[in-house]
């Protein structure tokens, strides 16, 4: 399984961003997707997440800020990123929790990371 991430980069405080992400591979069924960030000397948090059932988790530091959609039975998702402040620097890492087959037990999976700088 592989997931491309793409959408970040560097913007102004107050502005908006659109992160991406599509898995790829051999994906018998999908459970949830969704982000998590890592600011420099921090640990990784979940940002939000897309269940199959069609309902979001969000991270209450990003709640009505950031909007997560997508469609899981294509693998697909995105994070609508707004009014963004220097404290959502970070890299923002994709994330999905699938079966490769029937048989398998839910596996998470992880993109490459890609960063988003808010400048003041």
């Known amino acids: 399984v592989q997931l491309q991430a793409s959408g970040g980069g560097l913007v102004q405080v107050g502005g908006s961003l659109r992160l991406s992400c599509a898995a790829s591979?051999?994906?018998?069924?999908?459970?949830?997707m969704g982000w998590y960030r890592q600011a420099p000397g921090k640990q990784r948090d979940l940002v939000a997440a897309l269940i199959r059932d069609g309902s979001t988790d969000y991270a209450d530091s990003v709640k009505g800020q950031f909007i997560i959609t997508g469609d899981i039975a294509k693998g697909t998702v995105y994070l609508q990123m707004n009014n963004l402040e220097p404290e959502d620097t970070a890299v923002y890492y994709c994330?999905?929790?699938?079966?490769?087959?029937?048989?398998?037990?839910?596996?998470?999976?992880w993109g490459q990371g890609t960063q988003v700088t808010v400048s003041s």
């Open positions: 994330f999905i929790d699938a079966k490769r087959t029937r048989s398998d037990s839910y596996e998470r999976y």
């Open positions: 591979g051999s994906i018998f069924i999908i459970n949830d």
